[in-house]
């Protein structure tokens, strides 16, 4: 492996993607981010985020190109290969997709608990998790009965509760207020400043102005325009 590619954890080179026959929805995209770094997507509704997004946590695959993740071919290697590469990625979306009838713990603990962990090994995270995001005291509510901002940290802590390597999150601020917006971004970058890479889909120009340190990858009709090549060189950690 060469040293460029020890200093990268995702890779594009030359992906399209056209769902059917119909047209290229993603056309071309080459980019690489960097460990450690915060990425902002943006573009105008259509432009293909979510496609995007839904590349890089390997929900989809491209019609053509490479990508590669934390150094390995994810498009070349054995299906058996892709939940080791997705279990070092956490995901969030717009509409928490929290399981309805499992308390705020449980949703918490399913990834420790489909990993095999053992009850004694997961009571202690899931609890610091829960008291990081604020939501210790409620850890027995379901989520019918927790405000979207709830629902939306309670999610954010079951998709780091892995400590992934890579979050990333599908305008995860789409269904919560200004303030809570303003709370959602502080702990993306509390685990950015822990080393977590993070990608935030966002149509919201406001928020890209809460992260100055924040890199911005605009998709235009399923093009990604880069123009100061922040993508293409490891740029400095944020301090
Ligand atoms: N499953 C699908 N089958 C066919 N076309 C699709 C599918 N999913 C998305 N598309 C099309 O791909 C294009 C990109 O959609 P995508 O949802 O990725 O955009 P987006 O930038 O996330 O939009 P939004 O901000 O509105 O969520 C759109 O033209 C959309 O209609």
Request: glycine residues 8%; proline residues 7%.
């Amino acid at each position: 492996m060469s040293s460029r590619a020890e200093g990268e954890i995702i890779h594009f080179d030359n992906v399209g993607l056209r769902y059917e026959h119909d047209r290229e929805v993603l056309s071309d995209l080459s980019f690489t981010l960097f460990p450690g770094s915060f990425y902002f997507l943006t573009g105008a509704s259509g432009a293909g985020k979510t496609t995007l997004l839904r590349l890089i946590y390997l929900a989809q695959r491209p019609s053509r190109g490479v990508i590669r993740m934390f150094g390995k071919d994810a498009i070349t290697m054995p299906r058996s290969g892709l939940p080791a590469l997705r279990r070092r990625i956490g995901v969030v979306f717009q509409d928490f997709r929290l399981v309805p009838h499992l308390s705020a713990f449980d949703n918490v603990a399913l990834p420790l608990r489909v990993a095999g962990f053992s009850e004694r090994d997961i009571a202690g995270p899931v609890h610091d998790i829960l008291e990081w995001v604020g939501l210790a005291d409620r850890k027995e509510s379901r989520p019918a009965t927790l405000s979207g901002g709830e629902q939306q940290r309670i999610a954010i802590a079951r998709a780091v509760i892995g400590r992934p390597d890579v979050l990333v999150a599908d305008e995860p601020t789409g269904n919560v207020d200004p303030d809570m917006a303003l709370k959602l971004m502080r702990l993306f970058e509390l685990l950015n400043r822990q080393g977590t890479t993070i990608v935030v889909a966002t149509h919201d120009v406001h928020l890209l102005r809460k992260v100055p340190d924040a890199l911005i990858m605009r998709l235009d009709r399923g093009r990604m325009s880069d123009p100061t090549g922040a993508l293409r060189y490891p740029p400095r950690r944020p301090s």
